[in-house]
């Protein structure tokens, strides 16, 4: 099966931050919340501190056109760094203006509008904004008559 995903690393923040997602887009979790404690000991792996055991391992999301968003914790402890950046967006093609406005206003709540929606030269109601876990969002909407 082929598609189309956007993996997300967060540093402990990722079932919260899937929470906030599920509630935008609504659906379940594809396969539910895999976590740390799910790995089995490893011969020759350290043993995973307490603390990151609950931790979410995968957990996916299908959200607008059958577009999949995945993420997972990064823990420090198993040598993961995260650093966001500005070199990852994740672009919604919304079909209607009302529901580029929805999602728009959704995700950009406790974050911070970069680009407001407004329609641009190529045709589109277009804006952006990035969520208040850092994560970029563009809006495309070329609404058809």
Known sequence: ???????LNFTR?????????????????IDGIH?????PAQDGMPQMPAEDANLV??????????????GTDAPES??????FGNNVYINL????????????????EGGKVTADLQDMFWG???????DK???????????SA
């Open 13 to 29: 923040s990722t079932e919260e931050a899937f929470n906030f997602y599920k509630s935008v887009f609504g659906g379940e979790f």
């Open 57 to 70: 391992l995968h957990v996916e999301l299908a959200i607008t056109g059958g577009h999949v968003l995945m």
């Open 93 to 108: 093609e919304p079909d209607t203006r009302k529901e580029t406005k929805a999602l728009f206003d959704a995700l950009s």
């Open 35 to 39: 976590r740390f404690s799910d790995v």
């Open 124 to 130: 589109a109601y277009y804006g952006s904004c990035l």
């Open 78 to 83: 198993m040598g993961s760094q995260v650093n």
């Open 133 to 143: 876990f850092g994560v970029q969002w563009m809006f495309n909407c070329v609404e």
């Open 1 to 7: 099966m082929t598609r189309t995903s956007t993996y």
